[in-house]
């Protein structure tokens, strides 16, 4: 992509274009996160005439509430799952090599205790496999003062030492942003707050779909040689228009964000919990540090977003006190809390959550695909999958090369854009590929300052709102950047600034700014902050 190009299509005008002239696209894609993104990709390089429809915004679903892990899932071996784990292992190493400083190595460690199974052993074992599935060799023992060292306030209770392997961590949201960028490049379109309400059929094969901009209210019929509903948890919403089955089981996982210095973790330790012994991460993230997730089957209406009950939340702190008692960690400490809903193919409800396999499926109903299930880490499989389902539509595809790279390279220096930290550079580049050599054009020094400890600068937040489909406040603070679950109060110490950009870029007048604030901490009170007694 040259540095020039914009970085997302001009919403609005998309939005006319469709109105206009009826037009006959190859494939519309239903649903913009990461799955719904990686198609696009596949089928822009593919010179597909192809348009993706989001119904709020770009990974405003499950895409932006994971545990922001690209990995092979060690758990899943133990499930039996080999295959998905050495496919997630493969998709992890490409994926680090194409888009550093999006996806970065991280240590985990799990702590080996007197008396306690597994031991170092069964440990050391399952991780050499693990190695060897990647091609990589990261795993070593630690002994117990170096394991005291690095997780200052641990309970040496029986401590004899710690494991150690690699995975990776990203931010999930970015990742989406980044693909969708990519896609865009290629000439695939994409436009958020744009919902699909239903299917349109003719000679029993879907052949299109109708859409409202929730914005409006205004509705279009657009015709397509290829329908991909890519809905994730809500996959069987649509499905049903051609099939009454059921298969998705919505499971809810939640996080807690805390201050780095309240529980200072530099890597992800794995904590067994002590009520069910299944394991809880805590890892650094964003310059905070988050411990997650739970896993259970979420009864609530998919459109409104997932909160944090309060038996979740106290069964992290449980996990978390567990480990580090000296730190008495309460819900003083909590920052924020995030939920998300894993769409999997449920098997039997009757089944403990934790034991439903991640795969992904594909089915085909009049032509309409399908495409639910799996895992962040296998996106760019799940998208080949779903793009050799649509052949039948389609017919044969430009390009058929599989493996061609999802992200363009971008290799700088911090000096290219005026930084003097390499790390830092290295971390805008992965999150804005080409596009990072404008990211700081004339901006005031005082935006390229890091904001408290996060990763994140007021000159991100006004790149997105200049460029990156920005609707509502809440797309800025919780998906473009993370800073709404980073910084205390939802980032209220910004929200003077940002209120400087969103009239400088968005237009937003005093009425709009005070009407999106309001918006924003409803959401964020609700939804990514403490639940209410009432909550559960
Ligand atoms: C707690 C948790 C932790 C996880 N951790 C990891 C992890 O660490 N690593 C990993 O690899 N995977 C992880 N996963 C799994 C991973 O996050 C999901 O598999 C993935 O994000 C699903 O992506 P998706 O695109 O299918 O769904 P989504 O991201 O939910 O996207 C579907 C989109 O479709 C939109 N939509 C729905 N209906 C319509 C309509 N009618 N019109 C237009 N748009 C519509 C929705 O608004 C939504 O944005 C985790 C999942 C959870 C819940």
């Known amino acids: 992509m040259s540095s020039s190009q914009p970085t997302f299509n001009d919403r609005a005008a998309l939005w006319a274009q469709l109105q206009q002239a009826p037009s006959q696209w190859d494939m519309v894609i239903v649903g913009g996160g990461i799955i719904g993104a990686g198609i696009l990709r596949e089928a822009a390089r593919r010179g597909l005439k192809v348009l993706l429809l989001e119904q709020r915004d770009f990974a405003w679903g499950t895409s932006s509430r994971s545990s922001k892990m690209v990995h092979g899932g ?92 690699t995975d990776t961590v990203t931010d999930d949201a970015r990742l989406v942003l980044r693909i969708l960028q990519e896609a865009i490049a290629a000439g695939g379109l994409a436009a958020n707050y744009v919902r699909v309400e239903s299917l349109l059929r003719s000679r029993g094969l879907v052949d299109g779909v109708v859409a409202v901009n929730t914005q409006t209210g205004e509705r279009v019929q657009l015709k397509a040689r290829s329908v991909v509903n890519a809905t994730g948890t809500w996959a069987d919403r649509l499905r049903h228009e051609v099939n009454p089955e059921t298969r998705v089981r919505p499971l809810r996982g939640s996080h807690l964000v805390l201050a780095r210095e309240r529980l200072p973790v530099h890597d992800c330790l794995t904590i067994f919990h002590p009520r069910d012994k299944r394991p809880v991460f805590a890892f650094p993230w964003e310059g905070a540090t988050v411990v997650g997730t739970t896993d259970l089957d979420h009864r609530q209406d998919p459109d409104t977003e997932a909160t944090i009950s309060n038996g979740e939340l106290d069964y992290l702190l449980e996990a978390v006190n567990d480990q580090f008692p000296r730190h008495a960690i309460g819900r003083d400490d909590i920052i924020s809390t995030w939920s998300g809903v894993r769409p999997v193919i449920g098997s039997d409800k009757s089944k403990d959550p934790s034991k439903e396999r991640r795969n992904h499926a594909v089915w085909v109903d009049e032509g309409l695909v399908t495409v639910t299930g799996g895992k962040l880490t296998t996106f760019r499989k799940i998208a080949l999958d779903a793009m050799a389902a649509a052949t039948a539509t389609l017919g044969e595809m430009r390009i058929t090369e599989p493996d061609q790279a999802v992200f363009g390279s971008t290799s700088i220096s911090a000096a290219d854009i005026g930084l003097a930290d390499e790390s830092r550079a290295r971390r805008l580049a992965g999150r804005y590929g080409a596009a990072v050599m404008r990211l700081f054009e004339g901006v005031a020094a005082t935006e390229r300052a890091n904001i408290g400890g996060t990763g994140f600068c007021l000159a991100e937040c006004r790149w997105a709102a200049r460029n990156e489909s920005v609707l509502h406040l809440d797309d800025l603070l919780l998906r473009r950047t993370r800073l709404g679950s980073l910084l205390p109060g939802g980032g209220a110490e910004i929200f003077g600034a940002l209120e400087t950009i969103c009239a400088e870029e968005l237009h937003w007048d005093q009425a709009r700014w005070q009407a999106e604030l309001a918006r924003y901490r409803d959401i964020w009170e609700r939804h990514y902050y403490l639940p209410t007694p009432a909550t559960g």
Do not use: N, W
């Not at 680090?96 to 991280?106: F, V």
């Not at 052993?121 to 002994?143: K, N």
């Open 74 to 165: 060690l758990r899943y071996i133990l499930q039996g799952d080999i295959g998905l784990t050495r496919e997630s292992l493969q998709e992890r190493e490409r994926l680090l090599q194409e888009a550093p400083g999006l996806i970065d190595r991280m240590g985990y460690y799990f702590t080996v205790r007197k008396g306690r199974f597994p031991g170092r052993v069964a440990f050391s074992l399952l991780l050499a496999f693990y190695d060897f599935m990647a091609g990589i060799r990261d795993h070593h023992f630690l002994p117990r003062a170096d394991v005291l060292r690095h997780f200052p306030g641990i309970d040496d209770t029986g401590l004899k030492g710690a494991c150690y392997y």
